[in-house]
T-cell receptor, first 110, second 115 residues
Framework: GQQLNQSPQSMFIQEGEDVSMNCTSS?????WLWYKQDPGEGPVLLIA?????ELTSNGRLTAQFGITRKDSFLNISASIPSDVGIYFC??????????FGAGTILRVKS | KAGVTQTPRYLIKTRGQQVTLSCSPI?????VSWYQQTPGQGLQFLFE???????NKGNFPGRFSGRQFSNSRSEMNVSTLELGDSALYLC??????????????FGEGSRLTVL
């Protein structure tokens, strides 16, 4: 079936650093989405991308829909402590199946 | 407006028992999806209901079932619980059929522990 490979699995950030994570697949997706889950909460939609090549920003977050439609990345600029959490990519393919990546855990360096 | 409400938030069961989880979607939302979340596995799709009909189903055994009522509230049931069923069960609602857009509103989840 369709699978999303999300990387990195986890990362440590220092406040002020830029962060990058990505999602790849061997399958084509029509929509890419990025969700964030805070501890004890359900995931919240951050950004949705609907067209290949689309670059969309939401505050300090920027995400792109890969031109091949098989990948997407999320960048967070100038990270702050409340950015910690789990970030999930999700792809919507033909047949309306929504597939989630395994998540990237963002932690703060102490 | 109120978000997605899931009950109970936490529960502990033993192997062989069954469990029912409840989800109340955002008012006006007609689609409810259920996901199982375990560490390292991400979100695994269970099923989606729209207007009381199951529209999509994931690759879970028949022990996992669900239903949706006329007021869009949904329940999922897991029978003959196994240790591996321990997970966070997330419900998500959307205005239309959620998987058409991928834009879902999640509840806080029901954390099930099977002993």
């Amino acid at each position: 079936g369709q699978q999303l490979n999300q990387s990195p699995q986890s990362m440590f950030i220092q406040e002020g650093e830029d962060v990058s994570m990505n999602c790849t697949s061997s399958s084509i997706f029509n929509t890419w989405l990025w969700y964030k889950q805070d501890p004890g909460e359900g995931p919240v939609l951050l950004i949705a991308l609907y067209k290949a090549g689309e670059l969309t920003s939401n505050g300090r977050l920027t995400a792109q829909f890969g031109i091949t439609r098989k990948d997407s990345f999320l960048n967070i600029s100038a990270s702050i402590p409340s950015d910690v959490g789990i970030y999930f990519c999700a792809g919507l393919a033909l047949g309306n199946k929504l597939v989630f990546g395994a998540g990237t855990i963002l932690r703060v360096k102490s | 407006k109120a978000g997605v409400t899931q009950t109970p938030r936490y529960l502990i069961k033993t192997r062989g028992q069954q469990v029912t989880l409840s989800c109340s979607p955002i008012s006006g939302h007609r689609s409810v999806s259920w996901y199982q979340q375990t560490p390292g596995q991400g979100l695994q799709f269970l099923f989606e209901y729209f207007s009381e009909t199951q529209r999509n189903k994931g690759n879970f055994p028949g022990r996992f079932s669900g239903r949706q009522f006329s007021n869009s509230r949904s329940e999922m049931n897991v029978s003959t619980l196994e240790l591996g069923d321990s997970a966070l069960y997330l419900c998500a609602s959307s205005l239309l059929t959620g998987t058409n857009t991928g834009e879902l509103f999640f509840g806080e989840g029901s954390r099930l522990t099977v002993l």
